[in-house]
């Protein structure tokens, strides 16, 4: 029988060790005596069952910078980071802003066959900030585009952020905000602080950050939008988050795993694998963004992968660009931060790694509790063990691995896709 | 001794001292021959990367360099392969090939030293990177001051001006501090960077009320563009405030000294007669940098007891204090 798994012993977020069987896409069954006969076994003893996770903010450079990463080979790091799911972000050359564009991505992500590439398409004309992007066209195009961001730039124009919160609503689109007061981060390179002003690196204030989620959270409430904020990275952030979800508007935010790990102690070294924007901030913050997502203030985790080819991080700090990978070791640095330290069980995890984002993102297929009828996406999730990451093993095309040499808990086991498996025993399949 | 000079953090007392000794040495050694020149690093090769245009940083290395019988290479960023887009560290693979021993760069981004010093196996010496750090002029700082009051424990220091975009500044509280001196900075508020809170140093915005303590009084080059930035509002009233002219220093005590490390802004933020006036260091500055310099390379380069160098590794061992192994008998 092909295409027929059965998963045995896995323990759907945390609970008793049941078995599930997998035919035609599905889960057909789930119970802890099942074993039809002719099934392949996929033996999870001690493993965890998660839906598969879902990823709001990954940059996959295809097109445009092939040599940093493809849809193919982030596809296969997202495979092996247990998601099922990413969305690809528009800041690509040419920039994701026509039906044209976003369908290529779509297609290439099809092609691939290794997660759902759901492309995002830009707000505004090669994210310019000056002219909305054929939103529509995008909407109603073969990828289906529902979330619209120029992620790695912010839509400044106050007026021009509140007609696309409009706009958007006729196709239930959401508004993913960069949010960065440009004017207050010129020449910026990490969080001001103690540590900037040691170091002699121009500082990024909080408050940048703050002021345009202080603005966007007003202006979705005015207009009764949504508002999704990308990567939040400070303690005032979640302030205001928490002020603004208490007003019942619909805004939703993710923070990445590098903003609950890593502190800007690091840019110490100098070393512009720690750089990134938003920058990583002090470790207060790095409490509170914890404590956001386990209280829900924060909605999701998002990776914001972001390869970078190797001359483009082997320079001078300044001259280097911002971002790090992330896709492979979202999982683990969740385990570190909010499983090990008590502040979510694994239900919680899969709310917020698979369940919301694919909510936020308006994906029906992922995000579903593991249960018979629903899609078979799901993750197989070893939370023993520890071991230490080594950026060459990585299946990305890049190598700015912010947790090289850093000793993580858990792995990811299998990962299936629609019911088949895009990895198996730690490995890509095809 | 340590390998690389990249920050004024990496010396501590025994070390920085060390060096404004040696510095001493190297003056009083070299005052006494009709012919400036020292052999001890005769044989090595020191390179001035300079990425940035400074004329007086990179003679004063040169300088220093030579006295010691080094081979130089000045390798200036305008006229060069890095020019034409070539990167930092291939220009640091292409020294490496080429077996230079120490590299001196001056950069324009902070951290830029740190960098090299990942990618080379001679030393690297840090002269100025970007707004972060210039530990030689904070060494030749504190040599002319401890030359002029004879100590550096205990004495107040003042430094005033741009402190945010300020490498002297940020080097200056570093070592001074080391060696027991109260730094006091002063600025407009918006010329000191968030987070200084955590600098081992006093913060004011009032000149005039920290000038009667001072033993020495530190003027900052200001950049006139920074008032397009609206750091203030205009050159007149930086000057008025935060300028140091004769009133001002009337106000400081009678032995307290002026120090600039140059360029200055003349009428800026000094005025012409007190940059010119007996109790003016600047001179003194440039001329100490040369002495405190060769003290540097000489340390890094040969006077090092843990350094592993690829080529010939001098055999003498320990902090190097006298004269006998500090200037060998002369071969020519």
Redesign the interface.
């Known amino acids: 029988m092909r295409d027929v798994f059965v998963v045995t012993g896995a323990r759907i977020e945390g609970g008793d060790p049941t078995n599930l069987l997998l035919r035609d896409g599905r889960i057909a069954d789930i119970g802890p005596t099942l074993h039809p006969a002719g099934a392949e076994v996929v033996p999870a003893d001690g493993l965890i069952a998660l839906p598969g996770l879902v990823d709001l903010h990954t940059h996959l450079r295809e097109p445009g910078r092939e040599d940093a990463e493809t849809v193919e080979t982030g596809s296969r790091a997202a495979a092996l980071g247990g998601f099922t799911a990413v969305h690809a972000m528009a800041n690509t050359d040419p920039v994701a802003d026509t039906a044209g564009v976003v369908e290529q991505v779509w297609r290439l992500g099809r092609e691939a066959g290794l997660c759902d590439v759901q492309p995002v398409g830009a707000v505004t004309v090669g994210l310019r900030g000056e002219q909305l992007a054929e939103l529509g066209a995008m909407a109603d195009s073969a990828a289906r585009v529902r979330v619209f961001s120029d992620d790695g730039k912010c839509v400044g124009d106050p007026a021009l952020m509140r007609r696309a919160l409009e706009y958007v609503k006729a196709f239930d689109g959401v508004i993913a905000q960069h949010a960065e007061e440009t004017r207050l981060t010129e020449d910026a390179q990490m969080n001001e602080g103690i540590l900037s002003a040691r170091l002699g690196l121009t500082g990024w204030p909080a408050a940048a950050e703050e002021a345009i989620i202080a603005r966007d959270t007003l202006l979705a409430g005015h207009v009764g939008s949504r508002l999704h904020v990308c990567h939040v990275s400070t303690a005032g952030s979640v302030e205001i988050l928490r002020w603004a979800k208490g007003k019942g508007w619909r805004i939703t935010a993710e923070v990445t795993p590098h903003h609950l790990l890593l502190t800007d102690e690091l840019a110490a070294s100098y070393d512009p694998v720690y750089k990134v924007n938003p920058p990583l901030r002090t470790g207060e913050d790095v409490e509170v963004l914890r404590g956001a997502l386990a209280d829900g203030t924060i909605d999701c985790v998002a990776t914001d992968h972001a390869p970078h080819a190797l001359e483009d991080k082997e320079t001078e700090w300044a001259a280097a660009r911002p971002g790090m990978l992330g896709l492979e070791t979202a999982l683990s640095v969740v385990t570190e931060t909010m499983v090990d330290t008590g502040l979510l069980d694994w239900a919680g995890v899969a709310q917020r790694l698979s369940r919301v984002p694919a909510r936020i993102g308006g994906l029906a297929a992922h995000g579903r509790h593991l249960a018979a009828g629903e899609a078979a996406n799901l993750v197989l999730f070893d939370p023993a063990g520890r071991s230490v990451v080594d950026p060459a093993r990585s299946a990305s095309r890049s190598r700015n691995n912010p947790y090289a040499g850093r000793d993580l808990p858990g792995r990811v086991v299998a990962t299936f896709l629609h019911g088949r498996p895009t990895v198996l025993d730690g490995k890509v399949q095809g | 001794m340590i390998r690389h000079l990249l920050s004024a953090a990496d010396l501590d007392r025994e070390s920085a001292t060390t060096i404004l000794d040696t510095a001493e040495q190297m003056d009083r050694a070299l005052a006494g021959r009709e012919v400036k020149k020292l052999p001890t690093l005769r044989g090595r090769t020191v390179v001035n990367l300079f990425f940035e245009d400074s004329t007086r940083t990179r003679t004063s290395f040169e300088l220093a360099a030579k006295r010691l019988s080094a081979d130089v290479i000045n390798f200036s960023a305008k006229g060069s392969s890095v020019s034409k887009g070539e990167?930092?560290?291939d220009t640091a693979l292409t020294l490496e090939a080429m077996g230079s021993d120490a590299v001196v760069i001056r950069?324009s981004?902070?951290?830029?030293p740190?960098?090299l010093a990942g990618w080379i196996r001679g030393s690297v010496v840090n002269a100025g990177?970007?707004?972060?750090?210039h530990p030689t002029q904070a060494l030749l700082d504190a040599f002319t001051i401890r030359r002029r009051t004879g100590r550096l424990e205990g004495l107040r220091v003042v430094i005033v001006g741009d402190v945010l975009h300020s490498?002297v500044a940020?080097s200056n509280v570093l070592l001074l501090h080391t060696l027991g001196v109260e730094v006091t900075l002063v600025a407009p508020p918006t010329l000191l960077?968030?987070?200084?809170?955590?600098?081992p140093a006093e913060v004011s915005y009032d000149l005039d009320a920290v000038l009667p303590k001072a033993d020495a009084v530190m003027m900052l080059r200001v950049q006139r563009e920074r008032m397009s930035a609206s750091f203030f509002p205009t050159q007149r009233e930086y000057s008025r405030r935060y300028g140091l002219d004769r009133q001002r220093l009337a106000r400081m005590p009678e032995q307290a000294i002026v120090m600039h490390p140059g360029p200055m802004n003349r009428g800026m933020e000094i005025a012409a007669e007190v940059a010119d006036c007996v109790r003016s260091t600047i001179v003194e500055q440039v001329s100490n940098g040369v002495s405190v310099r060769m003290a540097v390379l000489y340390l890094l380069l040969g006077g090092g007891s843990r350094r592993e160098s690829r080529r010939r590794t001098p055999s003498r061992g320990g902090v190097m204090s006298s004269d006998d192994a500090l200037f060998p008998a002369e071969e020519s």
């Open positions: 990167s930092l560290k950069h981004m902070s951290g830029a740190h960098r990177d970007g707004t972060h750090e490498r940020r960077p968030v987070g200084i809170e955590a600098w």
